[in-house]
C-alpha cells in the first residue's frame, strides 16, 4: 500500500480504535487529527503510550511493508516530539516512509 496521508491516518486511527477497545467506557478516548497522544493533555498514562507506539510500528510495517521505529535518537531528537498528537505522529510516519 502507498504512504498517502489518508492511509497513514488510518493506520493511526486503528491503533487508537484498538486502544479504546480495551478501555472502559468512561476511559475512552476521542480520536481525531488533534488527539493528544503524550504531555499534559494527554488522557493516555505512559504504558498506554508506549503500547500505542509498539502497536503503530507493528501496524505500519503489516500495512506499508516497511520496518519503522518511533522511538530511536532521531524521534526522540525532534521538538515537539512525534507522539505529541495524531497530526505530529502522521507527519513525523510519512517522512520514514518516504525515505
Do not use: W
Not at 504504558?47 to 511493508?65: G, K, N, P
Amino acid at each position: 500500500m502507498q504512504a498517502t496521508d489518508a492511509a497513514v491516518l488510518d493506520t493511526i486511527y486503528k491503533v487508537l480504535h484498538a486502544l479504546n477497545q480495551e478501555r472502559s467506557a468512561n476511559e475512552q478516548i476521542v480520536i481525531g487529527p488533534s488527539t493528544c497522544l503524550f504531555g499534559e493533555d494527554s488522557l493516555l498514562d505512559s504504558l498506554s503510550l508506549v503500547s500505542v507506539i509498539v502497536d503503530l510500528e507493528t501496524q505500519v510495517s503489516d500495512t506499508f511493508e516497511r520496518s519503522v521505529s518511533l522511538t530511536d535518537d532521531r524521534a526522540m531528537s525532534r521538538d515537539p516530539v512525534p507522539f505529541t498528537d495524531v497530526t505530529a505522529m502522521q507527519q513525523y510516519l510519512l517522512e520514514l516512509l518516504a525515505e
